[in-house]
């Protein structure tokens, strides 16, 4: 499976982006897709997740209430709508997937198997 990240820029503090991440490949397998995020000197964290009929989903505390993580499983791609954004939330976000057949949404990176390339997201304050 191969990830694509997009959606990254530029957007002042209180801002919105809308990062997506397209899957191809397997994809007629089913996948639980999560998003991460590393800042400059810190550790890749956990930011979203969403099981791969959707139904399920997992946020990070500093996600939650502005962040939305979805999915169109006919277009194979995962979303995630950031609404009021901090200067703290700049970082190249990643998106992942894990396949199997479960309903479980891991937070823990070494959960997932395959990883996007990375788009950097900047908030100026």
């Known amino acids: 499976v191969q990830l694509q990240a997009s959606g990254g820029g530029l957007v002042q503090a209180g801002g919105s982006l809308r990062l997506s991440c397209a899957a191809s490949?397997?994809?007629?397998?089913?996948?639980?897709m999560g998003w991460f995020r590393q800042a400059p000197g810190k550790e890749r964290e956990f930011v979203a997740a969403?099981?791969?009929?959707?139904?399920?989903?997992s946020y990070a505390d500093s996600a939650l209430g502005r962040f939305t993580i979805s999915r169109d499983n006919a277009k194979n791609t995962v979303s995630l709508q950031m609404n009021g954004l901090k200067p703290e939330d700049a970082a190249v976000y990643y998106c992942?997937?894990?396949?199997?057949?479960?309903?479980?949404?891991?937070?823990?990176?070494?959960?997932?198997?395959?990883w996007g390339q990375g788009t950097q997201v900047t908030v100026s304050s």
């Open positions: 992942a997937a894990r396949n199997g057949y479960t309903t479980v949404v891991g937070r823990s990176a070494n959960w997932y198997s395959y």
């Open positions: 969403i099981s791969r009929g959707g139904g399920s989903t």
């Open positions: 490949g397997r994809t007629s397998s089913p996948y639980a």
